[in-house]
């Protein structure tokens, strides 16, 4: 018969000392014969007794006694417990700690940046009282062979057309595209940028007036309403005060006197519509009369309120075909789209909205949980890795009737309270990095720190990580067994070892992922950035041409040919990296009734082609020896195959009304973006709409070209402000998004790769620290350091060779699909993912070794004298 073993009674006097005297005298007898029993039955040896301790201290709090006879810890003490023992732990293993403090830290700052930026995207236009019912109205050309193109252009007489024939339609308004204008205000002279724009903008969109009636503020041709900004640069900070602004008179143009008719609140930053300025379309349509009026003609952008409740898919097809009706010819389909939609959903193919900046949207809001993951799987691993080291605590909280509940609540608690004391340290780091990283992004985010759903975002970022990083932890330690625990501690088991291992595998191909994403846009990039567009854009400056140097623009150009660093000259009503002048109205000999083809142009001045370098495949260039040039034309490769003319020299063609003839044929050069294909277009000599001066400096003649140009500047335009700017930096403004969008997967892929290594650390710091005997004792049996390493760093390497493996296929899949929205795109090469992985593999590698190396090289005596 067994000898029942009897506890010694330090523990009953640790009881007595530290529980509350209202519990002690219900305790200790139902204490002592429940000790008793489970002695008994799990063969517990004395010793055992003194971990009980420990957990006394722990529990003093709050033990009370249910209806039904057992002790539990009350909620006050249970939650007082869990925060005792999680800080504990935080102190006793500071290296650990740090680490996951760190990643944490990292991943919370990374997504709650990458967070705020897809907020502030996806609020873009979002603020406008009228949002449900404002659009803008959209159109459908058909080229030859059926192809579509969708087009943001129309025609001026639309509007009207629709807001006086379609019940629906409440009220509709024309925009001008962007215009820069000369500003004078007691012989100062300002450029600014604004719109024109019919008089219902004000109440369909909502930018407040601080001073003025929106209702009439457009009403008057000579009426101007300017931002709160242009205010207070003109008129002073207090021009509120005294109500300066309003009545005071600005020479716009040089041409007239406009009456500031009203002030208008400055636009927020995710506004598509940034102005100084707002003029009367009339003015507009007055300065370009000839070009605009028309039904041929698609220069303006018009937007439409509808009635509430409006069926837009029946609305659309009751508009469909309102152009073609007016003109009698073509087939123009015409649609609307939702306003505050379009920013984000700007991308068509084939005349079928296929997504736009949404799609970077929603790229970087995985990335943000990516990110999340990866540091969640760092408190996962080393949690269990580390699960021996608490294989006692939770024995004996199981002895003391500790349930799987509570046990994985203390787990989840702990994961809780280090994600919060990061959240915290994120919360500061991302207050301090908000400015650099506007600066990055372009973009003004502001926190609105007396905003509750920051603080719930916030939160729930930290909640979620939290749960996830302690999910696992939780359902793995709560299962141990009190009887292995007791009799010989805990053994990692094969499907830890396992779920570890997978977990460093996730972890590395989410980081493969990224580096692979981050590798093709930097590639895709640079790829436009250098691509031959059919023109030089470098050493190319140019320059609004105004007053002075438009009326006197052949005096100008020559006296500008004479001066140091100027190579050549040339004006253009566009510039010929973004032509938005577009008309149908073409005709030659041969074209059918059928043919729809919407024809780009450009309006130039002598010497345009060779300015712009483009070259011509055959025919000549405009000439001032040929009179007849007025009315002949230059087309581009595109333009011919459209019309289908094999030998195009010598056709005639009508443009406008106006016949003539086709002298030459330029190669076909990139004046919209790489998204698109090259169109047709036509390049025509039209003296009247040139609106920017053109000069090309010698090579390594800038600096003399910039002189020459700001010395004919102040001769021909006095008191006026000298501005220029550079062709390539204009180019590539056109794709800044792309550029951002590199630079950010490159930040984050990197962040990502740290937290992964970060994390690798600890593990690999655990793995040597519970190896750190057979490492002394392989040294003593004659092993190098060479062979310790690579025993130690094999198994890690291994794994990160099997995330490449895993997700070479699918960071192929994702990329090639985004460069399929590039209409001129590189190349996926197998160099890509190779380079991916070796960029992986020597950053893990060498976080590996590194650590090895310092165990390898430890004194075996140190080592093993305490064996």
Known sequence: MNKRIVPPQLPLRFFRWYCHSDYREDIEGDLQERFKINIEEKGIKLARWRFFKDVILLFRPGIVRSINGTYKLNQY????????TAIRNFLKQKVYTFINMTGLTVGLVSSILILLWVQDEIQYDHFHEKDRQVYQVLKNLRYAGNKIVTSFTTQHPLAGVLENNYAEIEQATLVSPPQTELFQYEKKYFKERGHYVSPAFLEIFSFPLLAGDHHTALDDIHGVVISDNLARKYFGEDWRHENKALGQTIRIGNREDFKVTGVIETPPSNSSFQFDFLISIEDFLKQNKRLIQSWSHNMLRTYVQVQEGTDLTQLNEKIRNVVNEQRKFGDDQVFLQKFSERYLYGNYDNGKLVGGRIEYVRIFFVVAIFILIIASINFMNLATARASGRAKEIGVRKVMGAKKGSLRMQFMVESTLITLLALLLSLALVHSLLVPFNELTDKAIKIDYSNPQYWMIALGIAIFTGA?????????????????????????????????????????ALSIFLIITTITVFNQVNYI????????????????????????FEVVKEKLLQMPGIASVAASGHNPLYVHNVTSDVKWKGKREDDRIAFNIVLMHYDFLETMKMELKEGRDYSPEFAGDFSNSIINEAAARAMGIEAPIGEGLTLWGIEGQIIGVVKDFHF????????????????????????????????????????IHKEFNPGYPFEYHFMDEQFDSMYRSEIIIGKLANYFAFLAIFISCLGLLGLVSFSVAQRTKEIGIRKVFGATVTNLVTMLSGEYAKLIVLSFVLTAPVGYYFTNNWLQDFEYRISLSPWVFLMAGVITLAIAGLTVALKSLQAAKANPIDTLRNE
């Not at 996830?468 to 088991?493: D, E, Q, R, V, W």
């Not at 950035?529 to 006197?552: A, C, F, H, I, S």
């Open 468 to 508: 996830l990083a302690g999910s696992y932890p939780a359902l793995f330690l709560s299962n141990f067994k009190i009887i292995g625990i007791l009799k010989g501690g805990m053994k990692h088991t094969n499907n830890a070892i396992v779920f570890r291992r997978g977990l460093v595998v996730l972890q590395f």
């Open 529 to 552: 950035q250098n691509k031959n567009l059919g023109m030089d854009r470098n050493n190319l400056l140019y320059m609004d041409l105004e007053e002075g140097t438009k009326k006197q």
């Open 77 to 84: 003490g249970m939650l007082k417990n869990y925060f005792k």
């Open 672 to 711: 919209r973006s790489m998204y698109s294909p090259i169109e047709p277009l036509i390049i025509r000599l039209y003296f009247e709409y040139t609106e920017k001066l053109f000069v090309r400096a010698g090579e390594g003649q800038i600096a003399e070209a910039i002189a020459s140009l700001e010395k």
